[in-house]
């Protein structure tokens, strides 16, 4: 801002007054003073029954002070000025751009010069250059920029400036057969850096840019067919241009690009990568600041009273520049930030309809570039990245500086306002461009000092923060700060003032509520807690706050509900809410009655965060208040039993397990001690149930439906014929008491070679030698047979393994084939 206020200055003073009035007609300079005076008008304190009829939301804000302070008589539209100020600067930065290039774009043109366009060119190609240099170290192509879409933004704006330029240098204005070898070179690096541009679009990575960048070659390439062709051939030409652009962006992609978009349209495009839920949300913001807005700048905390989606996500920006807008300036101040956009799209247009080479071509890259800037600020921010919004106000000044026809520009000199309209002229074509340039000098030199001496000084800092030129909650972070109902707090007095700069700021109403509540003052800091919650009521970070101060007040039961409110929206802050819960040592059972989400999900939550800071017995807890409640579904079954069975208490994990299947155990664990042993479900994954395992070119294993002893399906086991196999891919785990079991089962093979074949094992993983039995080998071709081994557990044994198993040969012929087949297995208790 220092660079562009001081050097516009300059080249101000350096316009002779002639020039200035005779240069071009001032309504576009008038025209630029509305977005700035428009923003403005927005600070400007405004007698509080004006602001009823004017804003009523905004009112109400101020209304809401009334049981804190004194309410204030006056107050702007926005309800946050001092970010408001920071933007307003900023579109005066964009305002005095404009000018400057008008003044310097149309004194270009009379020499036929593209000067002012050079500059756009110039910083899109270094900008190019640098991200096909990130490419070719295998890091992210982003340029100079923080994201790769605002690194896209600038390129297709500077793109089809590029294209035109190159082609304006191959014709020669002399009109020579010959073009010369200068131009000819100049050419060649313009379409040299058009190329640099459009494939730093590509390895950009970003969608809406590449689509934005061939949208706006689409748009120069049907205004010029439209331009030139008349009838059948004009509507061929442009179908043609369609035609080819589609293709280009068919095939021009890299892979990475093209996976994105086709995750794009495969992951329900509708939602537009969860911008659309943000969108509808603030159709509601729209509805209550309809007419001026929450104030320019004020988006991310106005938001916050709307927000119903993706709630573990702060939104700064809309991703949507439109609304964004519109949502800050109102319906009027869009029109007039709309109008100035619209008057140099039209400018461009029919620049690119004119007889005059230069003219035409300046005018179709102007129109290409504001078109793609256009496309892509319908699903990004753009135009709040400075550096990009500077860039578009510079196209638009150059775009309405183009005369709309060659005689124009003598036109224009030749009439020369007289009287009262010239000093007025001359009033705003010199006097309002150098304030603008001093303002913006003032503000940098301003910024500059608070950087350099008073960041850290929170007193001194206030006072910059009025202005704009510092963020006030980063100047009030480094004195005093509220941190919760027992923290520090800075005096109340500065809090309200706080409250009173910024009303719908939520978290400043919870700063003056732990303030409140230090000063023993209960009543007050319960009145802002309910604002703050007013205007965040999903926003998690709030609830959580919001629930530690009622527990500081004692009213456990409105703690509990912000807790499991914060535990239902939230997954970022789950963690944190439980956390809570156990430092402060609420009991569990109220925790689980009041503190949780109704539902399944939400005991689902606790449960697994017991598991993953392995409290067994607050697991434990946990789990059976689920089962009483009918909670649990098969995976969080088989989680838990997996955690305690990591444990190594197997009995206990045997048992929850049984007690999860209820009606649906058909006797497991009182008189088969053996779960699915008909194998009429598929394995759970829990392993008090079947393990099953294939050996990838040796052994199939399978449930089988088409062959069984009892029910419906058995396991087959398939031998391939290739190996020599060590086989164990059917196992199942149990917890049995001390006692003499019986094992049984039912197996039939067919065609299983070798003198090695299917047998079982049943013993104890953890010392074999507590228990290991073996029943007999079946090879051959048999009928079901019953399988029949007794056996001793001792107290000493906490699991019991079972193995199908087919051990290896020490005979030549030992490449094992057949199939085997095993159903109805169990283990009975028999003392």
Same mark, same amino acid.
């Given at each position: ?12 003073l ?63 539209l ?19 751009t ?30 190019a250059?640098l ?11 982003s ?40 131009k000819?070179?100049k ?37 010029a ?93 809309a ?10 300036l109102?319906?009027?101040g ?16 029919r620049?690119a ?19 793609g800037i ?10 709040y ?25 003598k ?52 006072a ?9 909650d ?18 109340v ?41 007013a ?30 409110s914060?535990?239902?929206k ?15 040592k609420?009991g ?38 689920m ?8 995976a ?11 444990d ?25 001690w ?14 008090f ?6 050996i ?9 439906s ?9 396991? /087959? ?5 290739? %190996? =020599?196999?060590?086989? #164990?891919? +059917?196992?199942?785990? *149990?917890?049995?008491? !001390? ?43 048999k ?21 199908v198993? /087919? ?5 030549? %012929? =030992?490449?094992?084939? #057949?199939? +085997?087949?095993?159903? *109805?297995?169990s283990? !009975?208790?028999?003392?």
């Open positions: 801002m220092l660079m562009l206020g001081a050097g516009g200055l300059v080249c101000l350096s316009i002779s007054p002639a020039d200035h009035l005779t240069l071009h007609r001032p309504f576009f300079t008038w025209a630029a003073l509305l977005p700035p005076v428009y923003v403005g008008f927005q600070l400007v304190p405004l007698p509080l029954q004006m602001l009823r009829i004017l804003s009523p939301a905004r009112a109400q804000l101020v209304d809401s002070l009334t049981p804190i302070t004194q309410t204030p008589a006056f107050a702007p926005s309800f946050d000025p001092e970010t408001t100020a920071a933007f307003l600067v900023r579109t005066l930065a964009y305002s005095f404009a000018i400057l290039i008008l003044e310097i774009s149309r004194r270009a043109l009379r020499r036929r010069s593209w000067a002012a366009v050079i500059p756009i060119i110039g910083i899109g190609t270094f900008e250059c991200g096909l240099l990130q490419f070719s170290d295998g890091g992210d192509v340029g100079t920029y923080r994201s790769k879409d605002h690194f896209a933004g600038l390129l297709e704006m500077a793109l089809p400036l590029a294209v035109a330029y190159a082609i304006f240098l191959l014709k020669d204005p002399e009109g020579t057969a010959s073009l010369p070898i200068s000819a070179i050419a060649c690096i313009a379409f040299a850096a058009a190329a640099a541009m459009l494939v730093g679009l590509v390895y950009s990575l970003s969608k809406m840019g590449f689509a934005a960048g061939l949208g706006a070659l689409f748009a120069m390439g049907v205004l067919v439209l331009s030139k062709l008349n009838g059948v051939g004009r509507w061929l030409s442009i179908a043609g241009l369609a035609v080819s652009i589609t293709l280009i962006f068919a095939f021009l992609p890299t892979d990475q690009l093209a996976d994105a978009y086709v995750n794009f349209f495969s992951n329900n495009p509708a939602t537009v990568e969860g911008r659309a839920p943000i969108w509808n949300d603030s159709r509601q913001l729209l509805a209550a600041y309809p007419v001026f807005g929450t104030g320019l700048g004020t988006y991310a905390t106005a938001f916050l009273k709307y927000q119903t989606a993706n709630l573990d996500y702060a939104f700064t920006f991703h949507n520049d439109y609304l964004q807008l519109t949502s800050e109102g319906a009027l869009l029109l007039i930030f709309g109008a100035l956009f619209l008057m140099a799209v039209s400018r461009a247009v620049a309809f004119d007889e005059d080479w230069n003219i035409r071509l300046l005018g179709l890259g102007c129109a290409g570039a504001l078109t256009g496309i892509h600020s319908l699903a990004d921010f753009n135009l990245i400075p550096a990009n919004a500077l860039v578009l106000a510079w196209i638009a000044g150059v775009a309405i500086s183009i005369p709309s026809r060659p005689e124009d520009d036109d224009q000199r030749s009439v020369a306002p007289l009287g009262v309209v010239r000093s007025l002229n001359r009033l705003v074509l010199r006097g309002v461009p150098a304030l603008f340039a001093a303002l913006l000098v003032s503000y940098a030199t301003a910024g500059v000092v608070f950087e350099t001496k008073y960041k850290s000084d929170p007193i001194a800092g206030s910059f923060c009025r202005f704009g030129i510092c963020d006030a980063s100047v009030f972070a480094n004195g005093e700060r509220a941190s919760g109902p027992s923290a520090p707090i800075a005096p007095a500065k809090l309200v003032e706080a409250v009173k700069s910024t009303p719908a700021a939520p978290s400043k109403w919870c700063d003056l509520g732990d303030g409140f509540l230090q000063a023993g003052q209960v009543s007050q800091a319960r009145y802002c807690y309910s604002r703050a919650l205007l965040g009521p999903q926003i998690p970070p709030l609830l959580v706050r919001s629930a530690i101060f009622y527990d500081a007040v004692q009213d456990d039961e409105q703690a509990f509900r912000l807790g499991a914060a535990l239902q939230s997954d970022l802050y789950r963690a944190t809410v439980l956390d809570w819960y156990r430092d402060r609420f569990l059972n109220d925790i689980l009655c009041r503190g949780l989400p109704t539902g399944s999900h939400g005991a689902e939550v606790y449960l697994r965060y017991w598991m993953g800071l392995d409290e067994i017995g607050n697991a434990k807890t946990t789990w059976d208040w089962l009483s409640h009918h909670y649990a579904d098969g969080i079954a088989r989680d838990y039993v997996n955690f305690l069975f990591g190594r208490d197997y009995r206990e994990a045997s048992t929850a397990w049984a007690a999860f299947l209820g009606s649906r155990r058909n006797g497991y664990r009182e008189s088969n053996l779960f699915n042993g008909d194998f009429e479900n598929e394995p759970s994954g829990v392993p149930d079947w393990e099953i395992t294939s990838a070119g040796q052994v199939d294993t399978a449930l089988d088409k062959v069984a002893y009892t029910g419906s399906h058995s396991l /087959r086991i398939r031998f391939a014929g290739t %190996d =020599n196999v060590n086989y #164990g891919g +059917a196992v199942q785990r *149990t917890s049995a008491p !001390a006692g003499i079991y019986r094992f049984t089962a039912y197996i039939r093979t067919q065609d299983v070679t070798t003198d090695k074949g299917i047998s079982f094992r049943i013993f104890d993983p953890e010392n074999s030698a507590r228990v290991d039995a073996r029943t007999e080998q079946f090879v051959g071709t009928g079901w047979t019953k399988v029949e081994q007794t056996f001793r557990v001792p107290a000493a044994a906490k699991l019991i393994e079972l193995q198993i /087919r051990e290896p040969t020490m005979k030549f %012929d =030992n490449k094992v084939s #057949g199939t +085997a087949w095993i159903d *109805t297995v283990l !009975a208790k028999i003392d």
